[in-house]
């Protein structure tokens, strides 16, 4: 094992993921690399920030840490870790799996110089760079998360998000109510909701008569869920070439959060 960092998983964090982790193919030679440590590098880079090439030497290889983060990228690992992770994390919270309704926003983040895919300017915010749009529930647990240019809308990319919601059926069968900001609202939006996927759409207005910091109703939730997400060095920028990755790492900055929660 490497020496611990502030990012290390203890051993009974690491044994409410290792179930989660697909067995080792058949055939070939026996694994012989510590998914343990693996999950450790990993989650050092998305704490930490750093490159690929520039993890510590006292990790496995790498080339193989990348290989085992794609490949969980590909076919769907951290997906489901991160979803079993929420339900394990909302069920001892004393609330059902799922939950009866949700927070949508976005968040503008700068793309490094190297990245070219899927960037975009948002006018608004003055960022040039990619468009996280999430939805959390009312614990600020991310339950959707969509990669977009920045220049996307709000609406568009909401579409988009609450759409990857709805796909997931029966985990969220619960949901009735969607909360979001005044770049949500607009008839076509909310009919669009009401229409494709069965949800009510309430829009929360900032109180104009008030000036500086103030927490608006609901809304405060999911800005907490994504100051939550600066606190990895690596989603502070953007430094992905693929929305996949952006997204991945999302999710392995929640799963970091979640477990540590439960353990």
């Not at 926003?105 to 990619?130: E, L, N, W, Y």
């Not at 997931?168 to 909310?190: C, E, H, N, P």
């Not at 829009?203 to 600066?230: A, M």
Request: hydrophobic letters at 45%; glycine letters at 6%.
């Amino acid at each position: 094992m490497s020496k611990a960092y502030t990012s290390t998983l203890i051993r009974d964090q690491f044994e409410l993921i290792a179930p989660l982790l697909p067995p080792a193919k058949p055939g070939g030679r026996p694994r012989s690399v510590c998914l343990w440590a693996v999950l450790n590098a990993i989650l050092y880079l998305v704490k930490h920030g750093c490159t690929w090439r520039d993890l510590p030497s006292d990790f496995p290889a790498w080339q193989t840490v990348y290989t085992d983060y794609r490949t969980w990228v590909n076919d769907g690992t951290w997906e489901a870790i991160h979803d079993r992770l929420r339900a394990w994390v909302r069920v001892s919270e004393g609330r059902p799996e799922s939950p009866s309704e949700v927070i949508l926003d976005s968040r503008s983040v700068a793309t490094a110089p190297m990245v070219h895919r899927a960037v975009g300017f948002d006018a608004a915010q003055k960022t040039k760079g990619r468009k996280h749009h999430g939805v959390v529930d009312t614990l600020g647990l991310m339950m959707a998360v969509v990669i977009t240019a920045a220049s996307v809308t709000e609406r568009a990319g909401g579409k988009q998000v609450l759409q990857k919601l709805h796909q997931m059926g029966a985990a969220m069968a619960r949901i009735d109510l969607v909360w979001v900001d005044g770049g949500y609202s607009g008839f076509k939006f909310i009919q669009w909701t009401m229409d494709t996927l069965g949800w009510i759409v309430e829009v929360v207005l900032r109180p104009k008569e008030v000036k500086g910091v103030v927490l608006v109703k609901k809304r405060w939730i999911v800005e907490r869920t994504f100051g939550w997400l600066r606190w990895s060095r690596r989603l502070v920028q953007d430094y992905e070439q693929l929305p996949e990755n952006s997204e991945a790492m999302v999710k392995i900055a929640m799963i970091r959060i979640m477990v540590r929660r439960l353990a």
